[in-house]
């Protein structure tokens, strides 16, 4: 008797939170559709998105995307043959610019992940314990804040020597502070709340506060920071490779491929415009969408949607 009393409550208690998690992402739909700039970020993230996992299959010169040589097809103007031209040696700027997306993509998110690996702990371990571990690390976050980001990560890949995976780790370093100092607010406001003090005067160790209470109340912030960081992320790389310490030709880095371009401009602006585009209509995605997610997550904007 008392089992099958159970398994009901059990049964109801999951069938309303599924209610919740579904009214939760239909108000979230609808918030994005409200906005039609969030629509539009959305619709170029997942195009973005649709390109990097396709790519291998809708280039139309495998053999382009690395070290083949045509001259006899050299610095071609958009045809059918090759839709964004070809370029100083012959090879198909299409291909090379879609296979730059899923690069470009993998580049992005290992910083992204890499950043927020490294500044999620430490951001909550300084919010939480507080004291001296709170002032040390916001201390070192604070000189990293200090220098501009992208000469660090030059000064890093100085260091490092060039090349595409040492331009990653430069730009890890990088991003890491922004999730110390974000993350570190937060748990300060959290700590402090009432179902803190209560779930410390039950007995719950400093772990499981943090596991059940603190991180999943900072995923909102972080979804926000992690999708505009995207953009931008990708936007450094490809400084980085303009300057000639990111990607290394031939690799088909949007970045080092504007470098070789701007060598031909204005005669064969093709070289340098269809990766320029790319950059811009990727980073103008991830900020849109960005800015719609922190109105869609933060809590004022749906209570008044609500």
Not at 9 to 16: A, D, G, L, P, V
Not at 67 to 79: C, F, T
Not at 107 to 121: C, D, Q, T
Not at 197 to 203: I, K
């Amino acid at each position: 008797m008392h089992s099958g009393i159970s398994m009901a409550s059990t049964w109801n208690r999951w069938k309303k939170e599924r209610e919740s998690q579904i009214r939760d992402l239909a108000l979230t739909f609808y918030t994005l559709r409200r906005s039609p700039l969030s629509v539009i970020g959305l619709t170029l993230v997942g195009l973005f998105l649709l390109v990097a996992l396709i790519g291998p299959w809708i280039i139309t010169h495998p053999g382009d995307i690395k070290g083949a040589v045509h001259i006899d097809q050299k610095l071609k103007p958009p045809s059918r043959a090759h839709l964004f031209g070809t370029d100083e040696v012959g090879r198909d700027m299409y291909s090379r610019v879609v296979m730059g997306t899923r690069l470009s993509l993998q580049i992005g998110l290992i910083i992204i992940f890499v950043a927020m690996g490294i500044g999620v702990p430490l951001g909550i371990l300084a919010g939480y314990t507080g004291g001296w571990v709170n002032h040390l690390i916001m201390r070192i976050t604070d000189i990293f804040l200090s220098v501009p980001g992208l000469l660090l990560a030059l000064a890093i890949v100085g260091a490092l020597g060039p090349g595409i995976k040492n331009a990653m780790v430069a730009l890890s370093i990088v991003w890491w502070p922004g999730y110390v100092r974000l993350i570190q607010a937060k748990t300060l406001a959290l700590r402090e709340e009432a179902f803190i003090e209560a779930a410390r005067s039950v007995g719950a160790s400093k772990l499981r506060i943090i596991f059940s209470h603190i991180l999943p109340n900072c995923t909102s912030p972080i979804i926000v920071k992690a999708s505009m960081d995207m953009g931008m992320a990708i936007l450094f790389a490809a400084n980085l490779g303009f300057i000639g310490v990111g990607a290394q030709p031939p690799v088909p880095e949007w970045g080092s491929m504007i470098s070789t371009g701007r060598n031909y401009l204005p005669d064969f602006w093709w070289m340098a415009t269809f990766p320029g585009l790319a950059i811009l209509v990727t980073v103008l995605g991830f900020n849109l969408l960005g800015d719609g997610l922190r109105d869609v997550l933060d809590p004022q904007s749906r209570g008044q949607i609500r």
